[in-house]
C-alpha cells in the first residue's frame, strides 16, 4: 500500500476533542501547523507536521484547513422536474403547504431509470465538490410500488444511507382515500422497499392536508421498525404538532425540521439527547422566506444537534453543506464550531454511524479541505467554493486536490 503524507495543513480540525496534544476549544481537537497520513482510504497517522513519520509521497496542501467530510443526512435527491416557479412564487408571498410535491412525482413517474441515475449523479458529484463525503438519499417522489422501489434501488447505487419515504405525501390517486393509501404504504410498498433502505421516514404535519397526521404516522413507523428498519421523522415544519414526540416515544435517531417547537417538545428532545437528534434544515427556511429554528435554545437546552441541506426541488435545491453552516451561524445562533460539528459528528449520529465526522486514525479517509487557513472561513466566505471534498484514496486528480495544492 502507498501512502501518502498531506502536510502544509494550517489547521486541521479533528472532532475529537479527546485526542492527546489537540486544542479543546471548542471541542474541535484543533491541531495547527498538522499533517495527515492516509493510506488505503484510511488515516494512518496524524499531528503536528513537525512530527509526521516518513511516506511514500508528500502533497503539500500550502496552508489550508482540513475538516472531516460533511454528513448531509437529510435529501432528496431521486427527482425529475423543475419547480422553480414555486420559488418564485414564495418569494412573493405564497406559503408553502406541501402541495408541490405532486409536481415532482408526476415528472419522476415519467423519467426513465437512466435518466433519474444520472441526475442523481450529477447532484451527488455536486455535493462532493463542496465538501460532503457521506449522504442519505430518500425516496419519495414515486409513490406507487414500482416506482418507489425503483427510487431506493437508485438511491442505492450512491450511498449505504437509503430510507424509504413512501409515507411523503398522499398521491393525487389517493385523495379520497387516505386509508387505502396507508395501507399501501405498510403493506405491498413497504414489503418491497424493506431490501433496499436501511430507513423508513415520513412526513408527520398534521396542519397539511398533503401529509400525514399523527396516528397515521405512527402506524407508518411501527410497520417499518417491524419490518427491521430505523426510523426517521420529518416533524414540526408547518407547524406544532406530534412528530418531536412520536420520534422520541419510538426512539427515531432523528426528527427533521423542528421548526415549531413547544417547551415540552424541546424538553422531550433533551432527555432522548442519547439516542434521537434533532436535525436542522436551515436552507428550507431561506427557500421558503419561513422563521428559522431556535438552535441556540435547543444547544443551551442540551439537544443534540445536526445540520443537513434537505436537497429537493420544491423547499430547498441547494447542495451545499457550506451554505447550511453559514446560514446555521447567521439564523440560528449557533457560533461557527458549534455550526461545523452540527454538520459532522452531530449529522454522522442523526444516522447512528460512529465511523464518520471525525478524523481519526484507523477511520475513513473523509476528509475536506478548504482553500482557507481556518474552518471559520466556512462562515466568514459565504456562498464562495472554498470546500471540496480529498479524494484521498486515489489522490491522482480525481478530485480538486490538484488545483489545492497537490
Not at 110 to 138: F, N, P, Y
Not at 178 to 207: H, K, N, Q
Not at 389 to 394: A, C, D, G, H, V
Amino acid at each position: 500500500m502507498t501512502s501518502t503524507l498531506l502536510t502544509g495543513v494550517a489547521e486541521l480540525a479533528t472532532l475529537d476533542p479527546d485526542l492527546d496534544g489537540v486544542d479543546r476549544t471548542d471541542g474541535l481537537g484543533l491541531v495547527r501547523d498538522a499533517a495527515v497520513v492516509v493510506s488505503d482510504g484510511q488515516v494512518q497517522w496524524l499531528g503536528p507536521a513537525a512530527t509526521a513519520p516518513a511516506s511514500d509521497r508528500k502533497v503539500d496542501l500550502g496552508g489550508r484547513a482540513l475538516v472531516p467530510a460533511f454528513v448531509d443526512s437529510h435529501t432528496h435527491l431521486v427527482f425529475a422536474g423543475d419547480r422553480a416557479a414555486e420559488f418564485a412564487a414564495r418569494m412573493t408571498g405564497t406559503a408553502y403547504d406541501g402541495g408541490g410535491i405532486a409536481n415532482t412525482v408526476t415528472a419522476t413517474r415519467e423519467a426513465t431509470d437512466d435518466e433519474l441515475r444520472s441526475l442523481v449523479a450529477g447532484r451527488v458529484a455536486e455535493m462532493h465538490a463542496q465538501g460532503t463525503g457521506t449522504v442519505e438519499i430518500k425516496s419519495g417522489y414515486g409513490l406507487t410500488v414500482a416506482d418507489e422501489v425503483r427510487a431506493l434501488r437508485i438511491a442505492a447505487e450512491f450511498t449505504d444511507e437509503v430510507t424509504f419515504l413512501g409515507g411523503h405525501v398522499i398521491p393525487a390517486e389517493f385523495a379520497d382515500r387516505r386509508a387505502d393509501y396507508v395501507e399501501l404504504v405498510t403493506g405491498p410498498m413497504l414489503d418491497t422497499a424493506r431490501e433496499s433502505a436501511r430507513w423508513i421516514d415520513v412526513f408527520c404535519e398534521p396542519a397539511s392536508a398533503h401529509a400525514f397526521t399523527g396516528e397515521e404516522s405512527r402506524h407508518i413507523l411501527e410497520a417499518g421498525r417491524d419490518a427491521g428498519l430505523l426510523l426517521r421523522v420529518h416533524g414540526n415544519q408547518l407547524g406544532q404538532g406530534p412528530g418531536v414526540q412520536l420520534a422520541v416515544e419510538l426512539g427515531a435517531a432523528s426528527v427533521d425540521h423542528c421548526t415549531h417547537l413547544a417547551g415540552t417538545d424541546v424538553d422531550a428532545l433533551a432527555a432522548a439527547r442519547e439516542t434521537t437528534t434533532a436535525t436542522l434544515l436551515p436552507g428550507v427556511e431561506f427557500s421558503t422566506r419561513s422563521r428559522y429554528p431556535d438552535a441556540r435554545a435547543l444547544i443551551d437546552a442540551g439537544v443534540s444537534l445536526a445540520l443537513a441541506t434537505d436537497c429537493n426541488p420544491g423547499t430547498c435545491y441547494s447542495s451545499s453543506m457550506p451554505f447550511v453552516i453559514a446560514l446555521a451561524v447567521r439564523e440560528m445562533g449557533m457560533t461557527p464550531a458549534e455550526a461545523l460539528r452540527a454538520a459532522t459528528v452531530g449529522a454522522a449520529t442523526s444516522l447512528r454511524r460512529n465511523d464518520l465526522g471525525r478524523v481519526k486514525v484507523g477511520g475513513p479517509a473523509l476528509l475536506t479541505v478548504l482553500d482557507a487557513p481556518s474552518y471559520l472561513h466556512l462562515c466568514y466566505r459565504p456562498g464562495v467554493p472554498i470546500a471540496a471534498l480529498l479524494n484521498s484514496s486515489r489522490l491522482d486528480g480525481t478530485s480538486r486536490l490538484d488545483q489545492l495544492g497537490g
